[in-house]
């Protein structure tokens, strides 16, 4: 086994700490040691440098553009399986064959509906709430309703009967906080539909009128929620682990990563870019937008620009881009589309950009796409969501599975007051 020498110069005792081996990537020092023999702990804001589990399920490799889950490349999974063999594939480990695709998809069919009790939740929330205010508390509630299958620490399936329910009710409760939100009643799953077809018709169906799911649309959704499904240990998927790790039931973890998910530097980003898009309105405007993000003092960021890991591009982003133009070729044209492309251009001859390898990641496009399906932007998250819960629920039962699994607990640096003696009430200024 290779080893890394850490030396302390202050006492001068060396110690030999373990490099491990990944299938890819970069190598892991174990500095268990350091804690133990020296007294340190290290430190390292936002886990920039910091591998905080070990992981069978997905690679990125950032510099290379490289996606890859359960060892195969994104672009070759969105092209030759559907959103589920891909679920199948990411709880599993490995692509079903066609028995096991078909018992897999029926299972999720068995399980698509939600119980009337929680439907009548909805009426709760006020008509303006936020969708992803909704999903959060719902998909939370879901422990109330199948506490009988819940002894996920013990029992393989549990754990799964857990993870298929969970991927068949997310676009059921999407589409009912979607309806709620428009005042209109919710909607049933249909059993003869797949699992985007329908998500479309709970959305957009309406009481005693005909609906046909429109193909390319459905084909659309299904390839965008592929790219979505997991993405390694960004935050969502952490705090999902990090809430898990405690062996608190996996709905309220998946609620955790809901909420994570929602803010703007993560999966907020799809409705901030539509935003920004509107913003800047045409495109003689695009060069003064890009000033604006280039000049510090106005906090403005390319939304839909820049990633943690990718630092080459984003592989998703190109096959969204190419879905976003056969979408449009369909539903009809979207200036929106004219501005960010022009946005792009720019911004990839612009030394700012290049400087600090910023591309497009998967939100730059995403939000057109789902603009043109008529999917209203306080839903685009709420659309990343049911693709994630499959990377979700598939981490959550990797860690609780892990021999000798620990709960997750981050040490700190202190830095605040030295004082040790409380004043009494006069004494205090
Ligand atoms: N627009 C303008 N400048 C940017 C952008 C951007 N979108 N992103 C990063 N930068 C600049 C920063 O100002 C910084 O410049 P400096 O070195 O001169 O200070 C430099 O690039 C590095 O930026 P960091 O914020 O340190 O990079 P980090 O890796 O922490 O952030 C993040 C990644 C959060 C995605 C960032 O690029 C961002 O805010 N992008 C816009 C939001 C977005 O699209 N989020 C979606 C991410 S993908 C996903 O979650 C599905």
């Known amino acids: 086994m290779t080893t890394i020498t850490f030396k302390d110069e202050t006492s001068g005792k060396v110690v030999q700490m373990p490099v491990l081996e990944p299938t890819y990537g970069h190598r892991v020092v174990d500095i268990g040691k350091l804690a133990k023999e020296f007294g340190y702990f290290t430190y390292d804001p936002g886990f920039m440098s910091t591998a905080s589990c070990q992981s069978a ?37 490995e692509l079903p064959d066609a028995e096991k695709k078909q018992v897999f998809e029926t299972s999720i069919t068995r399980h698509n509906r ?92 309406l009481p005693g009128k005909r609906y046909e799911v429109n193909p390319v649309a459905e084909r659309a959704l299904d390839v965008l929620f592929t790219l979505h499904a997991d993405h390694e240990q960004n935050a969502s998927t952490s705090t999902v682990r990090l809430a898990g790790s405690s062996g608190t039931n996996p709905y309220a973890a998946v609620a955790a990563g809901i909420a994570c998910l929602w803010g703007p530097a993560h999966g907020g980003a799809n409705e901030a870019v539509i935003r920004m898009l509107d913003e800047i309105g045409d495109l003689s405007k695009v060069e003064s937008f890009i000033a604006k993000v280039k000049d510090k003092n106005s906090g403005v960021r390319l939304m839909g620009f820049g990633h943690r890991v990718y630092k080459n591009f984003d592989p998703r982003a190109r096959i969204i881009k190419d879905i976003c133009h056969q979408v449009l070729e369909s539903f009809g044209h979207d200036p929106r589309l004219d501005l960010a492309m022009r946005l792009e251009e720019i911004a990839l001859s612009d030394p700012y950009f290049i400087e600090r390898k910023l591309y497009p990641n998967v939100d730059f496009y995403s939000g057109i796409i789902y603009s043109a399906l008529k999917i209203p932007v306080e839903m685009f998250t709420v659309m990343f969501a049911i693709a994630r819960a499959a990377g979700w629920i598939s981490h959550w039962i990797e860690m609780i599975t892990e021999k000798d699994q620990k709960i997750g607990r981050p040490r700190q640096l202190y830095i605040g007051n030295s004082r040790r003696t409380v004043p009494v009430l006069s004494e205090r200024q």
């Open 57 to 93: 399920i997905t690679y990125l490799d950032g510099d290379k553009g490289e996606l890859l889950y359960r060892g195969y490349p994104i672009e070759q999974l969105a092209e030759k399986c559907n959103f589920l063999e891909v679920c199948y594939l990411l709880l599993y480990g």
């Open 114 to 205: 939600i119980r009337e009790n929680l439907r009548r939740f909805f009426h709760g929330f006020n008509y303006d709430a936020h969708p992803m205010a909704m999903m959060t508390a719902v998909v939370s509630s879901l422990s109330a309703f199948f506490h009988d299958r819940l002894n996920v620490l013990k029992d393989d399936e549990d754990r799964m009967v857990t993870a298929r329910r969970l991927i068949a009710k997310m676009p059921t409760i999407a589409a009912a906080c979607y309806k709620h939100s428009i005042g209109d009643p919710s909607i049933y799953p249909r059993d003869d539909l797949s699992y985007t077809g329908n998500l479309l018709y709970m959305m957009f169906s």
